[in-house]
């Protein structure tokens, strides 16, 4: 489930339009691409929050997050566990403190796309044709719903998606995902920045020495 929701951790890069401005599913997407061609990092605080159906539970999470233009994003979780997964084109890593282990994956598809960081190895067009997408306002929020189509992977494991940004600054504020077994998973962004100058040391891990390394 933790790798799904990494490589569902989707960032909707909108510009800043006229509050008259008719909001259309063909015109989020265009303002998608032309904030992709801008932005180049992005960081923020997270916190997470996971209800189980199942369970009648919830689990709350909290760290940072780094985004590099078009292959690189990290997430830090700092409570109530110190995690780490980071994905650096096509190669994935997590390490769980709780576990005391480092697990290194290859993947199929990275986050790199031609137009910008939008998940789902989608570029915007083909977005379309995988999703019914819907956009609604309110207030200053412009929310962007997602259901995977029967032929589309996605579906296996999610059933709907849905990102919130704000109308001012067109940065995402929160992603909520719901997967078949009903359980949801909502992310909120604070303090979120553009374009700050990243070093290539923030997407370096340090493994302890102790912990059991296992590549899939």
């Keep these: 489930m ?13 510009t800043k339009i006229s509050f008259s401005q ?11 691409k032309n904030k992709a061609k801008t932005l180049e990092t992005f960081t923020a605080n997270f916190e997470q929050k996971k209800i189980s159906a199942l369970f009648d539970s919830e689990e709350l999470s909290s760290g940072k997050f780094f985004y ?10 700092e409570k109530p566990n110190k995690n ?14 709780k576990t005391q282990k480092a697990d290194f ?26 999703f019914e997408i ?4 309110k207030n200053d929020e412009i929310t ?21 940004v704000n109308k001012n600054e067109w940065l995402p ?10 359980d949801v998973t909502e992310i909120s962004f604070k303090n979120y920045r553009e374009n700050l100058p990243l070093e290539a040391k923030t997407f370096e891990l340090k493994i302890p020495a102790n912990y059991k390394k296992v590549e899939h």
């Design 2 to 14: 933790k790798i799904r929701t990494v490589f569902l951790l989707i960032f909707f890069w909108l």
């Design 22 to 32: 008719e909001i259309t599913v063909d015109y989020v997407i265009e303002q998608m």
């Design 68 to 77: 590099q233009k078009k292959d690189k994003f990290l997430l830090l979780y």
């Design 84 to 97: 780490s997964i980071l994905a650096i084109g096509k190669e994935l890593t997590i390490v769980s403190e």
């Design 105 to 130: 994956y290859k993947v199929k598809k990275g986050p790199e796309h031609q137009e910008g960081f939008w998940g789902f190895g989608n570029t915007f067009e083909d977005a379309k044709k995988k």
């Design 134 to 137: 819907e956009v609604s306002t």
């Design 144 to 164: 962007i719903k997602l259901v995977p189509l029967e032929t589309n992977p996605t579906a296996k494991y999610f059933t709907e998606i849905y990102l919130t």
């Design 173 to 182: 504020k929160k992603i909520k995902m719901i997967d078949s077994d009903e």
